[in-house]
Nanobody, 114 residues
Framework: QVQLVESGGGLVQPGGSLRLSCAAS????????MGWYRQAPGKQRELVATITPGGNKNYADSVKGRFAISRDNAKNTVYLQMNSLKPKDTAVYYC????????WGQGTQVTVSS
């Protein structure tokens, strides 16, 4: 079993930045696609960004050019750098690991508001 723990959410003004972190209880990055998803109130959970074991990155069209996913293998941590935030980015953000099993974190709230 692997635990994923997100942190870094909060309240930020439009145009601001946040960096989310996802700490894994052990390193699975060599075997798992790691990703960030988000769910806004009343909406379905949607994919934000993924990074493969080989380091390939993919982004939802709505965040391309503003968000960046990365990982630190030594720290067993995946990051989501979010810049130029908009009110529509407001959601609970979840870390995900997908491979032989599927793991989810508990989520961290991001609120973009003036």
């Amino acid at each position: 079993q692997v635990q994923l723990v997100e942190s870094g959410g909060g309240l930020v003004q439009p145009g601001g930045s946040l960096r989310l972190s996802c700490a894994a209880s052990r390193n699975i990055f060599g075997d798992y696609v790691m990703g960030w998803y988000r769910q806004a109130p009343g909406k379905q959970r949607e994919l934000v960004a993924t990074i493969t074991p080989g380091g390939n990155k993919n982004y939802a069209d709505s965040v391309k050019g503003r968000f960046a996913i990365s990982r630190d293998n030594a720290k067993n941590t995946v990051y989501l750098q979010m810049n130029s935030l908009k009110p529509k980015d407001t959601a609970v953000y979840y870390c995900n690991g997908r491979g032989l099993n599927i793991y989810w974190g508990q989520g961290t709230q991001v609120t973009v508001s003036s």
